[in-house]
C-alpha cells in the first residue's frame, strides 16, 4: 500500500499548476535544443540547468525531465527532415523517417515519433514503478561475460539491418569496433591510437560519427541531384498519423516499449541499443 500511497503523493504534487507549467517549458525548450544536429539530452539539461538555480527542488527536477523528453524528441525531428540524427539514439529514425519525408508523409512520421515516444515513456516510468526494485538487482550482477554477450548480439544485430553484403556488414562492423577503441581504456588507463592528438584523448563519440555519416553523405547527394523548383500549389495534408497508421503501428509500439524497458534496466545500455534491438526486431515483420 506505501507504493499507492507514495504515488498518489507524487500525483498530487506533480499535477499543480506551477509544476505543470515548469513542465510545460523544459518540454519546450528541450524541444527546440534537441533539434539542433548533435545536441542530445546531456547536452540540453548541461546548457539549460542554469535556469533552474532560482527554483524549487521539486520544479527544478519536473523541469529537468521534461527538458530530458523534450531534447530526445527533437532529436527524431531533424533525422526525418533532413536525414541528420540530432543525437545518438534517432540514428535509426533516419533510415525509414527520412524516406518517409521523401514521399510527403513527414507529419505523420514525426507525430507517430511522438506518439510512440510518449507511450513508451510513460509505460516505462510505470512498470519502474513497480518492478524497478527487483529488476534493479539482478542488473547490478551484469559482469564482463553478459556485457561481451551483448556486444556480440549488437554487431549481430548490425550486420541483420543491413540489406547488402554480408561480408561488406561484418567489415564494416570491425572498422566501428577499431574506431571505438581510440581513446582512453577504461580498465588499464592507456591511451590507444591517440598518436599523441588531444581531441582523440576522449576518443570519437558517436554522435559526430552519426552526424558525419548522415549529413555529409546527404549534402553530397543533394549536390549531385539536379531538382525543378516549383512553388507548392497543393494543400497540405497527412499531417498526422492515419488509423491504417495506428493499426500498423500499435503493434510495433508495444513490443519496443517492453523491449526497451528490460535494456534500459541493464547497465551502460541506453537508449542507442534499444532502438537498434527495436528496429531490427520489426524490420522483418514489416516486410510481410
Known amino acids: 500500500m506505501d507504493v499507492f500511497h507514495n504515488l498518489l503523493y507524487g500525483f498530487q504534487v506533480a499535477l499543480q499548476p506551477l509544476n505543470l507549467m515548469y513542465c510545460f517549458f523544459g518540454v519546450l525548450i528541450g524541444t527546440l535544443v534537441g533539434v539542433l544536429p548533435g545536441l542530445g ?42 536525414n541528420i540524427p540530432g543525437e545518438a539514439a534517432s540514428v535509426v529514425t533516419c533510415i525509414d523517417g527520412y524516406q518517409m519525408a521523401l514521399r510527403g508523409r513527414a507529419g505523420a512520421a514525426l507525430g507517430m515519433a511522438a506518439f510512440g515516444s510518449f507511450i513508451a515513456g510513460t509505460f516505462s516510468v510505470i512498470a519502474l514503478t513497480f518492478i524497478g526494485p527487483p529488476l534493479a538487482g539482478v542488473a547490478l550482477k551484469f559482469g564482463p561475460p553478459e556485457y561481451f554477450t551483448m556486444t556480440v548480439v549488437g554487431i549481430l544485430i548490425l550486420t541483420y539491418l543491413t540489406s547488402g553484403s554480408m561480408i561488406k556488414s561484418l567489415m564494416m562492423a570491425a572498422v566501428g569496433l577499431i574506431i571505438s577503441g581510440i581513446g582512453m581504456d577504461t580498465i588499464s588507463g592507456q591511451y590507444r591510437y591517440t598518436y599523441n592528438l588531444r581531441f582523440l584523448l576522449d576518443g570519437i563519440s558517436i554522435v559526430p560519427l552519426a552526424m558525419g555519416l548522415f ?74
Open 41 to 82: 539530452p546531456g547536452a540540453a539539461i548541461a546548457m539549460l540547468l542554469p535556469t533552474t538555480f532560482k527554483v524549487t527542488p521539486v520544479s527544478a527536477v519536473i523541469m529537468l525531465a521534461g527538458i530530458y523528453y523534450g531534447a530526445m524528441y527533437g532529436g527524431s525531428t531533424t533525422s526525418i527532415l533532413v
Open 215 to 288: 549529413g555529409i553523405s546527404e549534402v553530397l547527394i543533394n549536390l549531385e541531384t539536379v531538382i525543378k523548383r516549383e512553388i507548392l500549389q497543393a494543400r497540405l495534408k497527412g499531417l498526422f498519423p492515419t488509423l491504417h497508421d495506428w493499426k500498423i503501428c500499435t503493434g510495433p509500439i508495444f513490443r519496443s516499449s517492453i523491449l526497451g524497458f528490460f535494456l534500459g534496466i541493464i547497465p551502460g545500455g541506453g537508449a542507442v541499443i534499444a532502438a537498434f534491438a527495436s528496429y531490427a526486431i520489426e524490420k522483418e515483420p514489416s516486410r510481410g
